[in-house]
T-cell receptor, first 113, second 115 residues
């Protein structure tokens, strides 16, 4: 069975500082990994994904994530946080195309002005 | 990516009633999904809806409680039947993207409160 862990319920970072939101996963085959963001009273917006290729993937709004196979991690990063980045972030994994997606429990990012 | 809309965006309902949520996509898609997000929780898949076949329900969800229709490749409905306060959640429609089934995209969600 596949699983995703987001060890931090909340991450606080000062505006302008780099941010990291952590995610580790477990899957039997080659992972398809995703980050989504959810703003208050909104649906999930796709940020980025890793399927194959370069371990560093770039996504929307200046976010990037690094795939680390040996550590089974896929941490979300941004060099300089904005107050508008404050939202709920979900990591997700699937074991191939058209397979069921498993979501993490979410990490609330609070960027402090 | 597909543009997905949901109606209603939110509703407040009485215990014992039913609510039908609509999901409309701006392009034809094979697979559509319905998720539930309970307050402060992650997403849980309710069912997968493919056009022309019965929906496939996940463990813990049954057709009598959550009947789903999928009349064509751009539209689906989810009904929450005989509601109780425990059904208060955000209900999200999702579709597979247009790149070989590697990414799901989500609608804006329907926020349901049951009194």
């Amino acid at each position: 069975a596949q699983s995703v862990a987001q060890p931090e319920d909340q991450v606080n970072v000062a505006e302008g500082n780099p941010l990291t939101v952590k995610c580790t996963y477990s899957v039997s085959g080659n992972p398809y990994l995703f980050w989504y963001v959810q703003y208050p009273n909104r649906g999930l917006q796709f940020l980025l994904k890793y399927i194959t290729g370069d371990n560093l993937v770039k996504g929307s709004y200046g976010f990037e994530a690094e795939f680390n196979k040996s550590q089974t991690s896929f941490h979300l990063k941004k060099p300089s946080a904005l107050v508008s980045d404050s939202a709920l972030y979900f990591c997700a994994v699937r074991d191939g195309p058209y397979q069921k997606v498993t979501f993490g429990t979410g990490t609330k990012l609070q960027v402090i002005p | 990516s597909a543009v997905i809309s949901q109606k209603p965006s939110r509703d407040i309902c009485q215990r014992g009633t039913s609510l039908t949520i609509q999901c409309q996509v701006d392009s034809q898609v094979t697979m559509m999904f319905w998720y539930r997000q309970q307050p402060g929780q992650s997403l849980t898949l309710i069912a997968t809806a493919n056009q022309g076949s019965e929906a496939t329900y996940e463990s813990g969800f049954v057709i009598d409680k959550f009947p789903i229709s999928r009349p064509n490749l751009t539209f689906s409905t989810l009904t929450v039947s005989n509601m109780s306060p425990e059904d208060s959640s955000i209900y999200l429609c999702s579709v597979e993207g247009d790149r070989g089934g590697d990414t799901q995209y989500f609608g804006p969600g329907t926020r349901l409160t049951v009194l």
